[in-house]
Protein backbone atom coordinates (compact mmCIF):
# COMPACT_ATOMS: atom_id res chain seq x y z
CA UNK A 1 0.00 0.00 0.00
CA UNK A 2 2.92 2.21 0.78
CA UNK A 3 4.97 1.21 -2.28
CA UNK A 4 1.85 1.92 -4.45
CA UNK A 5 1.53 5.22 -3.20
CA UNK A 6 5.11 6.02 -3.15
CA UNK A 7 5.51 4.70 -6.83
CA UNK A 8 2.32 7.12 -7.30
CA UNK A 9 3.86 9.83 -6.00
CA UNK A 10 7.01 9.69 -8.41
CA UNK A 11 4.46 8.96 -11.44
CA UNK A 12 2.16 12.17 -10.82
CA UNK A 13 3.86 14.79 -8.38
CA UNK A 14 6.30 17.21 -8.53
CA UNK A 15 7.37 18.65 -4.97
CA UNK A 16 8.49 21.96 -3.80
CA UNK A 17 12.76 22.55 -4.39
CA UNK A 18 12.78 18.94 -5.02
CA UNK A 19 15.79 17.56 -7.75
CA UNK A 20 13.33 14.69 -8.43
CA UNK A 21 16.24 12.64 -10.40
CA UNK A 22 17.41 12.22 -6.59
CA UNK A 23 13.76 12.06 -4.67
CA UNK A 24 13.49 8.21 -5.16
CA UNK A 25 16.92 7.68 -3.59
CA UNK A 26 16.22 10.36 -0.38
CA UNK A 27 14.16 7.84 1.67
CA UNK A 28 11.20 10.30 1.80
CA UNK A 29 8.77 9.24 4.59
CA UNK A 30 5.18 9.37 4.16
CA UNK A 31 3.90 10.92 6.84
CA UNK A 32 0.13 9.70 7.82
CA UNK A 33 -0.51 11.55 11.35
CA UNK A 34 0.61 14.60 13.55
CA UNK A 35 -0.43 14.65 17.21
CA UNK A 36 0.57 17.35 19.43
CA UNK A 37 5.09 17.93 18.68
CA UNK A 38 4.99 14.38 16.65
CA UNK A 39 4.33 12.85 13.28
CA UNK A 40 3.92 9.90 12.50
CA UNK A 41 5.17 7.99 9.46
CA UNK A 42 3.14 4.90 7.11
CA UNK A 43 5.60 2.41 9.27
CA UNK A 44 4.11 3.67 12.33
CA UNK A 45 7.30 5.75 13.79
CA UNK A 46 6.41 8.78 15.96
CA UNK A 47 9.14 11.46 15.43
CA UNK A 48 9.27 14.94 16.81
CA UNK A 49 8.56 17.54 14.16
CA UNK A 50 11.89 19.43 14.45
CA UNK A 51 10.95 21.70 11.77
CA UNK A 52 7.82 22.80 12.44
CA UNK A 53 6.40 21.23 9.23
CA UNK A 54 8.86 23.91 7.58
CA UNK A 55 8.02 26.68 10.50
CA UNK A 56 4.47 26.44 10.75
CA UNK A 57 2.83 24.42 13.74
CA UNK A 58 2.74 26.47 16.89
CA UNK A 59 1.14 24.53 19.49
CA UNK A 60 1.70 21.62 17.79
CA UNK A 61 -0.79 18.92 15.51
CA UNK A 62 -4.34 18.43 15.77
CA UNK A 63 -4.91 20.95 18.37
CA UNK A 64 -8.48 20.39 19.34
CA UNK A 65 -9.59 24.04 19.79
CA UNK A 66 -8.30 24.82 16.37
CA UNK A 67 -9.85 22.09 14.98
CA UNK A 68 -13.30 22.53 16.70
CA UNK A 69 -13.49 26.19 15.50
CA UNK A 70 -13.11 25.03 12.01
CA UNK A 71 -15.38 22.35 11.89
CA UNK A 72 -18.12 24.56 13.73
CA UNK A 73 -17.55 27.54 10.97
CA UNK A 74 -17.60 24.89 7.99
CA UNK A 75 -21.19 23.70 9.03
CA UNK A 76 -22.20 27.74 9.32
CA UNK A 77 -20.50 29.62 6.29
CA UNK A 78 -17.09 27.33 4.91
CA UNK A 79 -16.44 30.52 2.29
CA UNK A 80 -17.54 33.78 0.95
CA UNK A 81 -15.83 35.98 -1.21
CA UNK A 82 -14.27 39.38 0.26
CA UNK A 83 -14.38 40.97 -2.64
CA UNK A 84 -18.58 43.07 -2.37
CA UNK A 85 -19.20 41.42 0.61
CA UNK A 86 -17.85 40.33 4.26
CA UNK A 87 -17.91 38.65 7.23
CA UNK A 88 -17.81 38.37 10.85
CA UNK A 89 -14.20 35.96 10.36
CA UNK A 90 -12.64 37.91 8.30
CA UNK A 91 -13.46 41.38 10.22
CA UNK A 92 -12.64 39.69 13.90
CA UNK A 93 -9.36 38.67 12.86
CA UNK A 94 -8.37 41.98 11.33
CA UNK A 95 -9.44 43.50 14.75
CA UNK A 96 -7.24 41.29 16.13
CA UNK A 97 -4.43 41.69 14.14
CA UNK A 98 -4.11 45.20 14.53
CA UNK A 99 -4.63 45.03 17.81
CA UNK A 100 -1.03 43.25 18.02
CA UNK A 101 1.65 45.73 18.27
CA UNK A 102 3.63 47.45 16.68
CA UNK A 103 0.95 49.40 17.15
CA UNK A 104 1.51 52.26 14.04
CA UNK A 105 0.46 49.25 11.58
CA UNK A 106 -3.48 49.61 11.28
CA UNK A 107 -5.26 48.13 8.35
CA UNK A 108 -5.15 44.27 7.41
CA UNK A 109 -5.24 43.04 4.26
CA UNK A 110 -5.64 38.95 4.33
CA UNK A 111 -4.40 36.89 1.37
CA UNK A 112 -5.58 33.15 1.26
CA UNK A 113 -2.46 32.19 -0.36
CA UNK A 114 0.96 32.35 1.12
CA UNK A 115 3.35 34.25 -0.73
CA UNK A 116 1.34 36.36 -1.84
CA UNK A 117 1.89 38.78 1.15
CA UNK A 118 4.65 39.64 0.34
CA UNK A 119 3.51 40.31 -3.49
CA UNK A 120 0.30 42.44 -2.01
CA UNK A 121 2.61 44.36 -0.08
CA UNK A 122 4.91 44.90 -2.93
CA UNK A 123 2.05 46.37 -5.42
CA UNK A 124 0.43 48.31 -2.56
CA UNK A 125 3.74 49.80 -1.61
CA UNK A 126 4.29 50.99 -5.33
CA UNK A 127 0.76 52.49 -5.48
CA UNK A 128 0.58 54.09 -2.26
CA UNK A 129 3.53 56.42 -3.36
CA UNK A 130 2.42 56.68 -7.43
CA UNK A 131 -0.83 58.35 -5.60
CA UNK A 132 1.40 60.55 -3.13
CA UNK A 133 2.99 62.05 -6.56
CA UNK A 134 5.66 59.99 -6.56
CA UNK A 135 7.01 57.46 -9.36
CA UNK A 136 9.45 55.01 -7.34
CA UNK A 137 9.50 51.68 -9.58
CA UNK A 138 12.66 50.53 -7.52
CA UNK A 139 13.09 48.05 -4.81
CA UNK A 140 16.30 47.97 -2.23
CA UNK A 141 16.09 44.10 -0.62
CA UNK A 142 19.29 42.23 1.17
CA UNK A 143 21.45 39.55 -0.12
CA UNK A 144 20.50 36.22 1.32
CA UNK A 145 17.00 37.13 1.70
CA UNK A 146 13.95 34.84 1.07
CA UNK A 147 10.36 35.69 0.35
CA UNK A 148 8.54 33.44 -1.85
CA UNK A 149 8.62 32.43 -5.01
CA UNK A 150 5.99 34.27 -6.82
CA UNK A 151 7.55 36.71 -9.25
CA UNK A 152 7.49 40.14 -7.29
CA UNK A 153 8.54 38.35 -3.82
CA UNK A 154 11.10 36.64 -6.37
CA UNK A 155 12.76 39.57 -7.27
CA UNK A 156 13.39 41.41 -3.82
CA UNK A 157 15.18 37.20 -2.94
CA UNK A 158 18.85 37.53 -2.95
CA UNK A 159 19.01 33.47 -2.81
CA UNK A 160 21.10 33.00 -6.61
CA UNK A 161 20.74 29.15 -6.41
CA UNK A 162 17.19 29.81 -6.29
CA UNK A 163 17.23 33.22 -8.00
CA UNK A 164 19.58 34.00 -10.50
CA UNK A 165 17.43 32.17 -13.18
CA UNK A 166 14.63 34.49 -13.02
CA UNK A 167 16.52 37.84 -13.03
CA UNK A 168 15.29 38.33 -16.18
CA UNK A 169 11.80 38.34 -15.93
CA UNK A 170 11.98 39.91 -12.60
CA UNK A 171 11.37 43.43 -11.24
CA UNK A 172 13.73 46.39 -10.83
CA UNK A 173 15.59 46.24 -7.66
CA UNK A 174 18.87 47.24 -5.85
CA UNK A 175 20.75 44.93 -3.42
CA UNK A 176 22.85 45.43 -0.31
CA UNK A 177 25.14 43.00 1.50
CA UNK A 178 23.65 40.77 3.91
CA UNK A 179 24.10 41.68 7.41
CA UNK A 180 24.23 38.26 8.43
CA UNK A 181 27.31 37.15 6.47
CA UNK A 182 29.86 38.25 8.61
CA UNK A 183 33.71 38.52 7.92
CA UNK A 184 36.28 36.47 10.67
CA UNK A 185 36.42 38.21 13.81
CA UNK A 186 33.82 41.05 12.53
CA UNK A 187 30.98 41.48 15.56
CA UNK A 188 27.16 41.50 14.31
CA UNK A 189 27.10 45.48 15.07
CA UNK A 190 30.12 46.27 12.73
CA UNK A 191 28.67 44.25 10.08
CA UNK A 192 25.39 45.67 10.63
CA UNK A 193 26.95 49.29 10.53
CA UNK A 194 29.18 48.32 6.80
CA UNK A 195 26.05 47.48 5.51
CA UNK A 196 24.11 50.12 6.49
CA UNK A 197 27.25 52.59 5.22
CA UNK A 198 26.56 50.42 1.74
CA UNK A 199 22.46 51.22 2.17
CA UNK A 200 23.48 55.04 2.80
CA UNK A 201 25.42 55.45 -0.30
CA UNK A 202 23.16 53.39 -2.32
CA UNK A 203 20.23 55.62 -1.34
CA UNK A 204 22.39 58.83 -1.68
CA UNK A 205 22.53 57.62 -5.48
CA UNK A 206 18.99 56.13 -6.50
CA UNK A 207 17.09 56.79 -3.43
CA UNK A 208 14.40 59.34 -5.22
CA UNK A 209 13.03 56.34 -6.93
CA UNK A 210 12.85 53.85 -4.56
CA UNK A 211 9.85 52.54 -3.56
CA UNK A 212 10.15 50.53 -0.45
CA UNK A 213 13.27 48.56 1.40
CA UNK A 214 12.37 45.14 2.78
CA UNK A 215 13.88 43.03 4.65
CA UNK A 216 13.76 40.01 7.06
CA UNK A 217 13.89 41.46 10.56
CA UNK A 218 16.91 39.96 12.41
CA UNK A 219 16.73 36.75 11.07
CA UNK A 220 17.01 35.88 7.54
CA UNK A 221 15.68 32.15 7.48
CA UNK A 222 15.77 30.67 4.19
CA UNK A 223 19.00 32.11 3.89
CA UNK A 224 20.62 29.71 6.51
CA UNK A 225 19.50 31.21 9.54
CA UNK A 226 21.32 34.53 9.01
CA UNK A 227 21.47 36.51 12.23
CA UNK A 228 22.04 39.97 12.53
CA UNK A 229 21.90 42.74 14.96
CA UNK A 230 19.02 45.10 15.97
CA UNK A 231 20.96 48.05 15.06
CA UNK A 232 20.90 46.88 11.31
CA UNK A 233 16.44 47.03 11.95
CA UNK A 234 17.00 50.25 13.43
CA UNK A 235 18.74 51.48 10.75
CA UNK A 236 17.19 50.48 7.84
CA UNK A 237 13.97 51.87 9.45
CA UNK A 238 16.18 55.47 9.48
CA UNK A 239 17.63 55.59 6.46
CA UNK A 240 13.96 54.67 4.44
CA UNK A 241 12.30 57.35 6.35
CA UNK A 242 15.08 59.78 5.26
CA UNK A 243 14.81 58.93 1.70
CA UNK A 244 10.92 58.75 1.29
CA UNK A 245 11.07 55.25 0.96
CA UNK A 246 8.66 52.42 2.73
CA UNK A 247 10.23 49.55 5.71
CA UNK A 248 8.38 46.55 4.89
CA UNK A 249 9.49 43.61 7.03
CA UNK A 250 8.92 40.29 5.77
CA UNK A 251 7.31 38.29 9.30
CA UNK A 252 6.33 35.07 7.64
CA UNK A 253 8.94 33.16 9.12
CA UNK A 254 9.88 35.25 12.22
CA UNK A 255 6.78 36.90 12.84
CA UNK A 256 3.68 34.95 15.29
CA UNK A 257 6.15 34.33 18.63
CA UNK A 258 9.16 32.63 16.67
CA UNK A 259 11.82 35.19 18.03
CA UNK A 260 10.51 34.86 21.10
CA UNK A 261 8.56 38.17 20.61
CA UNK A 262 5.17 38.32 19.14
CA UNK A 263 6.97 40.04 15.83
CA UNK A 264 10.76 40.23 15.57
CA UNK A 265 10.85 43.69 15.12
CA UNK A 266 9.62 44.29 18.77
CA UNK A 267 13.50 43.79 19.71
CA UNK A 268 14.31 46.49 17.79
CA UNK A 269 11.91 48.86 19.27
CA UNK A 270 10.63 49.94 15.62
CA UNK A 271 7.37 50.25 13.44
CA UNK A 272 7.79 49.30 9.68
CA UNK A 273 5.09 50.66 6.86
CA UNK A 274 4.52 47.19 5.96
CA UNK A 275 4.83 44.21 7.63
CA UNK A 276 3.82 40.30 6.58
CA UNK A 277 3.45 37.19 7.89
CA UNK A 278 1.78 33.96 7.67
CA UNK A 279 3.37 30.21 8.05
CA UNK A 280 1.98 29.84 12.36
CA UNK A 281 -0.68 32.53 11.93
CA UNK A 282 -3.33 29.98 11.64
CA UNK A 283 -1.09 27.94 14.11
CA UNK A 284 0.38 25.95 10.62
CA UNK A 285 -2.91 24.61 9.70
CA UNK A 286 -4.41 26.06 7.41
CA UNK A 287 -2.51 28.37 4.84
CA UNK A 288 -3.11 32.34 5.39
CA UNK A 289 -0.79 34.89 4.74
CA UNK A 290 -1.95 38.49 5.65
CA UNK A 291 -0.16 42.45 4.85
CA UNK A 292 -0.72 44.84 7.73
CA UNK A 293 0.01 48.64 6.30
CA UNK A 294 -0.07 51.76 7.92
CA UNK A 295 -3.03 54.08 7.79
CA UNK A 296 -0.70 56.47 5.65
CA UNK A 297 -0.89 53.99 3.06
CA UNK A 298 -4.38 52.90 3.31
CA UNK A 299 -6.10 56.51 2.79
CA UNK A 300 -3.57 57.15 0.05
CA UNK A 301 -6.07 54.87 -1.65
CA UNK A 302 -8.94 56.48 -0.97
CA UNK A 303 -11.26 58.53 -3.35
CA UNK A 304 -11.27 58.14 -6.91
CA UNK A 305 -12.05 54.62 -8.83
CA UNK A 306 -8.33 53.94 -9.86
CA UNK A 307 -7.44 54.42 -6.57
CA UNK A 308 -8.65 50.85 -5.98
CA UNK A 309 -5.77 48.10 -5.07
CA UNK A 310 -6.72 45.81 -7.72
CA UNK A 311 -5.24 42.38 -6.53
CA UNK A 312 -6.94 39.61 -4.33
CA UNK A 313 -7.65 36.02 -5.17
CA UNK A 314 -10.74 33.47 -4.98
CA UNK A 315 -10.22 32.60 -1.09
CA UNK A 316 -8.90 36.18 0.34
CA UNK A 317 -9.60 36.18 3.93
CA UNK A 318 -11.27 32.60 3.78
CA UNK A 319 -13.34 32.06 6.61
CA UNK A 320 -12.01 28.52 7.55
CA UNK A 321 -8.39 29.99 7.55
CA UNK A 322 -9.88 32.80 9.96
CA UNK A 323 -11.27 31.54 12.53
CA UNK A 324 -8.23 29.23 12.51
CA UNK A 325 -5.37 31.82 12.76
CA UNK A 326 -8.80 33.74 15.41
CA UNK A 327 -8.77 30.51 17.74
CA UNK A 328 -4.51 30.40 17.30
CA UNK A 329 -4.33 34.11 18.32
CA UNK A 330 -6.65 33.06 21.36
CA UNK A 331 -4.53 30.03 22.47
CA UNK A 332 -1.55 32.06 22.04
CA UNK A 333 -2.27 34.15 24.68
CA UNK A 334 -4.23 31.85 27.21
CA UNK A 335 -1.27 30.02 26.92
CA UNK A 336 1.59 32.65 27.25
CA UNK A 337 3.13 31.35 23.89
CA UNK A 338 5.12 33.65 23.10
CA UNK A 339 6.62 33.59 26.38
CA UNK A 340 7.06 30.11 26.64
CA UNK A 341 9.04 30.71 22.82
CA UNK A 342 11.45 32.47 24.88
CA UNK A 343 12.17 29.85 27.03
CA UNK A 344 12.05 27.64 24.56
CA UNK A 345 14.85 29.54 22.89
CA UNK A 346 16.80 29.75 25.78
CA UNK A 347 16.67 25.56 26.38
CA UNK A 348 17.58 25.16 23.43
CA UNK A 349 20.69 27.84 23.48
CA UNK A 350 21.89 25.89 26.86
CA UNK A 351 21.45 22.24 25.11
CA UNK A 352 23.72 23.18 22.34
CA UNK A 353 26.35 25.16 23.92
CA UNK A 354 28.58 21.92 24.25
CA UNK A 355 29.07 21.86 20.41
CA UNK A 356 30.39 25.22 20.74
CA UNK A 357 33.61 24.49 20.53
CA UNK A 358 32.65 21.23 18.75
CA UNK A 359 35.38 21.01 15.07
CA UNK A 360 32.14 19.64 13.17
CA UNK A 361 30.15 22.67 13.89
CA UNK A 362 31.13 26.30 12.20
CA UNK A 363 28.95 28.50 14.02
CA UNK A 364 25.32 28.07 15.81
CA UNK A 365 23.01 31.05 15.23
CA UNK A 366 19.44 31.33 17.02
CA UNK A 367 17.34 33.83 17.85
CA UNK A 368 14.13 32.67 20.00
CA UNK A 369 13.46 29.33 18.79
CA UNK A 370 14.81 29.75 15.22
CA UNK A 371 17.90 27.80 15.18
CA UNK A 372 20.47 26.87 12.32
CA UNK A 373 23.75 24.61 13.21
CA UNK A 374 26.03 25.32 10.20
CA UNK A 375 28.19 22.42 9.83
CA UNK A 376 31.55 21.52 8.36
CA UNK A 377 30.97 19.78 4.52
CA UNK A 378 32.09 16.36 5.40
CA UNK A 379 31.16 14.94 1.33
CA UNK A 380 27.79 15.51 -0.60
CA UNK A 381 24.92 17.28 1.53
CA UNK A 382 26.18 16.88 4.95
CA UNK A 383 23.42 18.50 6.58
CA UNK A 384 20.89 16.15 4.95
CA UNK A 385 22.91 13.10 5.51
CA UNK A 386 22.85 14.47 9.69
CA UNK A 387 19.14 15.46 9.41
CA UNK A 388 18.62 12.03 7.80
CA UNK A 389 20.74 10.11 10.78
CA UNK A 390 18.71 12.15 13.06
CA UNK A 391 15.62 10.13 12.27
CA UNK A 392 17.37 7.04 14.42
CA UNK A 393 16.49 8.94 17.41
CA UNK A 394 13.00 10.25 16.53
CA UNK A 395 13.50 13.85 15.24
CA UNK A 396 12.79 14.96 11.87
CA UNK A 397 14.18 18.26 10.40
CA UNK A 398 15.42 19.64 7.04
CA UNK A 399 18.45 21.44 6.05
CA UNK A 400 19.38 24.39 4.54
CA UNK A 401 22.21 23.11 2.66
CA UNK A 402 25.01 22.36 5.61
CA UNK A 403 22.59 24.38 8.12
CA UNK A 404 20.51 21.69 9.79
CA UNK A 405 17.62 23.50 11.44
CA UNK A 406 16.13 22.97 14.60
CA UNK A 407 12.48 25.25 15.05
CA UNK A 408 10.27 22.96 17.23
CA UNK A 409 6.55 23.70 17.28
CA UNK A 410 6.02 26.06 20.25
CA UNK A 411 4.09 23.96 21.77
CA UNK A 412 7.07 21.64 23.09
CA UNK A 413 8.69 20.70 26.38
CA UNK A 414 11.75 20.05 28.17
CA UNK A 415 12.02 16.20 27.63
CA UNK A 416 11.32 16.45 23.85
CA UNK A 417 14.33 19.15 23.22
CA UNK A 418 16.62 16.98 25.11
CA UNK A 419 15.43 14.44 22.44
CA UNK A 420 15.83 17.06 19.59
CA UNK A 421 19.63 17.80 20.92
CA UNK A 422 20.31 13.94 21.64
CA UNK A 423 19.42 13.54 17.76
CA UNK A 424 21.40 16.43 16.45
CA UNK A 425 24.33 14.80 18.40
CA UNK A 426 23.69 11.47 17.05
CA UNK A 427 23.38 12.96 13.37
CA UNK A 428 27.03 14.65 13.62
CA UNK A 429 28.65 11.28 15.11
CA UNK A 430 27.01 8.87 12.09
CA UNK A 431 28.19 11.62 9.40
CA UNK A 432 31.71 12.09 10.86
CA UNK A 433 32.17 8.94 12.54
CA UNK A 434 31.89 9.08 16.19
CA UNK A 435 35.38 9.46 16.82
CA UNK A 436 36.14 12.20 15.09
C1 LIG B 1 10.61 35.25 5.12
C2 LIG B 1 9.71 34.45 4.22
N1 LIG B 1 8.85 35.09 3.43
C3 LIG B 1 8.01 34.43 2.62
C4 LIG B 1 8.03 33.04 2.57
C5 LIG B 1 7.11 32.35 1.64
O1 LIG B 1 6.12 31.70 2.35
P1 LIG B 1 5.35 30.48 1.71
O2 LIG B 1 6.38 29.40 1.53
O3 LIG B 1 4.36 30.13 2.72
O4 LIG B 1 4.84 30.95 0.43
C6 LIG B 1 8.93 32.34 3.38
C7 LIG B 1 8.97 30.87 3.35
O5 LIG B 1 9.82 30.22 3.92
C8 LIG B 1 9.80 33.06 4.22
O6 LIG B 1 10.69 32.43 5.01
Not at 72 to 94: K, M, N, V, Y
Request: charged content about 20%; proline content about 5%.
Amino acid sequence: MVTDLFQADQRHVWHPFTQHAWWPDDDPLVITGGQGVWLQDSAGQRYIDGFSSLWVTVHGHNEPAINEAIARQARTLDHSTFLGFTHEPGIRLAEELVAQPPSLLSRLLRRRRLQSAVEAGIKMAYQAKLQQGQRRPLFVHVAQGYHGDTLGAVSVGGIEVFHHTYRPILLRTRMVSSPGVRQPGQTAQERAAQVLDELRILLAEVGDQVCAIVIEPLVQAAGGMLTHDVSFVQGVRALSTQFGAYLMVDEVATGIGRTGRMWAVEHADISPDLLTCGKGLTGGVLPLSAVLATEEIYSSFLGAGDRTFFHGHSYTANPLCAVAALANLELMDERATVDHAAWIGRTLGDLLKPLDDDERVVEIRRIGTMTGIEVRPHGDRTGLRICTAMRDLGVITRPLGDVVILMPPLGIAEPELQQMASALNHGLDQVYGAAS
